[in-house]
């Protein structure tokens, strides 16, 4: 019985090895969300390095705070809803 257990554990090592961003969900996932952020991210990126001052107005969404690290701007220049009783101002 433990050879046996062994062995299927082996041969699905073997068979999630053979293309593992396919079936590992975990590393399929994380290619997906890298695929579908690459558009935000160059956009973050533009932003980097022509952003002055006056404030950036960007929604919660997780993909918007990711990109956070890529601006590179202070937190205190980004609102969003979760910015209080700064977002309606800056809003309008």
């Known amino acids: 019985l433990i050879g046996a257990l062994l062995a299927a554990l082996v041969v699905q090592n073997v068979w999630w090895s053979a293309d593992p961003a396919a079936r590992l969900a975990v ?9 579908s952020t690459t558009n ?3 956009a973050a990126r533009w932003l980097h390095e022509h952003y002055q001052s006056g404030g950036i107005l960007m929604d919660e969404s997780a993909r918007g705070n990711a990109v956070l690290p890529v ?3 202070p ?4 609102f969003n809803r979760a910015s209080g009783d ?3 101002p800056a809003l309008r």
């Open 40 to 42: 935000s991210t160059a």
């Open 75 to 78: 937190l205190k220049e980004i």
């Open 86 to 88: 700064y977002f309606a």
């Open 27 to 35: 590393l399929a996932e994380g290619k997906m969300s890298a695929d």
């Open 71 to 73: 601006l590179g701007i």
